[in-house]
C-alpha cells in the first residue's frame, strides 16, 4: 500500500509554546491510525496541520504525493472538501438541514446538483444502519445515529483521507463501540486513510497503528 498522507518534521509554534517539535508521520490507503496524548500534547495541532486547516511554521504535508501546506488558503478549503472527509465529537450537523441534505452538503458545496448530491448521500443509510433516517432533522436523532450521519457527510464524496476528532467523546460506551466499528470498517471499505484523535485506548484499540504526541514529539507503536 502507498502513503496517503505523509508529514514531515512539521514544527508548530504558539507564541513561545512548541505544539510540534518536528514530527514525521505518514498514513497508508485504507490504514486506520489513532492519535493519542495527553490534553495540550499537540495532537490536534498535529491533525489541523495535516487536515490543511493550519499552515506548519516548517515542515511539509504531501496528499498522494503534492504538496498542500503550501497552498493558498482557497486551493486548501476546495481539498478540505474533496479529497479529506471530517468527524468531530458533536457531529457538527446543521440543525435546518435533514440528514440526506447533511450527508450530500460536500457534493453540492462541489457544484453537483441537489437531486445527484442527495441521490448518492441515501447510498450511505443502508450500510451505516440509517434506514428511514434520510428526512429526520439533526434534533430528531440519537447521539449515535447523528455520529453515523456525520460519518456518511465525511465519506460521501470518496476522500483520500478521513479525519476524526474525539468522535466517540460525546456518547455511551456501546454507542461509541459501534460507531468506531462502523467508522472503521466504512473507510477502509472506501479505501481510505483514517486519522483519529482520541485519549480513550479503547477507541484507539478500533485502529491499526496508535502513536503517541508528548510534549510536540511523536512515538511510534504497531497495533495488531
Known amino acids: 500500500m502507498n502513503d496517503?498522507?505523509?508529514g514531515r518534521a512539521l514544527v508548530k509554534r504558539?507564541?513561545?509554546t512548541v505544539a510540534l517539535g518536528g514530527v514525521d508521520i505518514a498514513v497508508r490507503a485504507g490504514e486506520a491510525v489513532a492519535i493519542m496524548g495527553p490534553s495540550g500534547s499537540g495532537k490536534s495541532t498535529l491533525?489541523?496541520?495535516l487536515a490543511g486547516i493550519m499552515k506548519p511554521d516548517a515542515g511539509e504535508v504531501h496528499l498522494l504525493g503534492q504538496r498542500i501546506d503550501t497552498m493558498g488558503e482557497r486551493k486548501r478549503s476546495e481539498l478540505r472538501r474533496t479529497r479529506f472527509g471530517f468527524v468531530f465529537q458533536f457531529g457538527q450537523?446543521?440543525?435546518e438541514l435533514p440528514a440526506?441534505?447533511?450527508v450530500a452538503?460536500?457534493?453540492m458545496l462541489g457544484g453537483v446538483p441537489r437531486s445527484q448530491a442527495v441521490r448518492q448521500a441515501r447510498e450511505w443509510f443502508g450500510p451505516l444502519g440509517l434506514q428511514t433516517m434520510e428526512t429526520r432533522r439533526p434534533g430528531e436523532l440519537s447521539g449515535g445515529q447523528a455520529q453515523r450521519v456525520a460519518i456518511a457527510r465525511a465519506l460521501v464524496s470518496k476522500p483520500a483521507v478521513v479525519f476524526a476528532d474525539e468522535p466517540t467523546g460525546a456518547l455511551d460506551q456501546r454507542t461509541g463501540h459501534d460507531t468506531m466499528r462502523l467508522l472503521v470498517e466504512a473507510t477502509k471499505h472506501n479505501g481510505a486513510g483514517l486519522i483519529v484523535v482520541t485519549h480513550d485506548p479503547n477507541v484507539a484499540g478500533w485502529c491499526d497503528r496508535t502513536v503517541e504526541v508528548r510534549d510536540g514529539l511523536l512515538a511510534g507503536g504497531v497495533r495488531a
Open 105 to 107: 452538503l460536500p457534493l
Open 14 to 16: 504558539f507564541g513561545q
Open 93 to 95: 450537523l446543521l440543525p
Open 47 to 49: 491533525l489541523h496541520c
Open 100 to 102: 440526506e441534505e447533511n
Open 4 to 6: 496517503v498522507l505523509v
